[in-house]
């Protein structure tokens, strides 16, 4: 089983719309979460973390579940800007991270 | 430019080729990382050091494949006899240790291997 699952999607979106990606992790033992992004023949680069009580990052919400083991990421009023992939990623032990493959987002005009 | 940079940003080889990759991490991060990702798939960890130390290496970091950080601050990534199964974008990244659960790593811009 994957350390990290997600949807692979595509996402395809109107602009302004409400957009949510789910994640789950396998290993409880998982100790930090993130999103990161990824545009296309990019590197990835760390959106947010996502803490136990959930947080927010302006149009960006985070929730984290860990009994369910299930992480999720809200964007609210899409714009075209956030087409991109979005990888959820967790950290267990010393510091690797695991990625998931990313779900992709498109925002359509 | 203070994040982390990579060298060179893209490689072509023929099979059986050695190629060598080169990372700078961000200058005060003595944590490096390096991740290999192929199309369609989240990056997946290879190797880390702390310092000078390599304190973990994954399976798929077969043995021809070695990574140095000689003196705790650039890293080398070496792949001997390529094979074209080795083409993927070989991305390395940096954190600062001492930040617990937030500590953050940052990702260079990477390299990507064609072998031929």
């Known amino acids: 089983r994957k350390e990290v699952e997600q949807d692979p999607g595509p996402f395809n979106v109107p602009e302004g719309a409400t957009v949510a990606f789910n994640c789950t992790y396998s290993n409880s033992a998982s100790q930090s979460f993130f999103w990161y992004r990824q545009d296309c023949r990019k590197e990835p680069k760390l959106l947010m973390s996502v803490y136990s009580s959930g947080n927010e990052d302006g149009r960006f919400t985070a929730q984290l579940n860990r009994a369910s083991q299930y992480i999720s990421l809200l964007i609210r009023d899409s714009k075209l800007s956030d087409s991109a992939t979005y990888l959820c990623v967790v950290r267990r032990g010393a510091n690797n991270l695991f990625f998931g493959t990313g779900t992709r987002l498109t925002v359509i005009p | 430019d203070t994040g982390v940079s990579q060298n060179p940003r893209h490689k072509i080889t023929k099979r059986g080729q050695n190629v060598t990759f080169r990372c700078d991490p961000i200058?005060?991060?003595?944590?490096l990382y390096w991740y290999r990702q192929t199309l369609g798939q989240g990056p997946e960890f290879l190797t880390y050091?702390?310092?000078?130390?390599?304190?973990?290496k994954s399976r798929l970091l077969s043995d021809r494949f070695s990574a140095e950080r000689p003196k705790g601050s650039f890293s080398t990534l070496e792949i001997q006899r390529t094979e074209q199964g080795d083409s993927a974008m070989y991305l390395c990244?940096?954190?600062?240790?001492?930040?617990?659960?937030?500590?953050?790593?940052?990702f260079g811009p990477g390299t990507r291997l064609l072998v031929l």
């Open positions: 990244a940096s954190s600062l240790e001492g930040q617990g659960v937030l500590e953050t790593q940052y």
């Open positions: 200058s005060e991060h003595n944590r």
């Open positions: 050091f702390q310092n000078e130390a390599q304190l973990e």
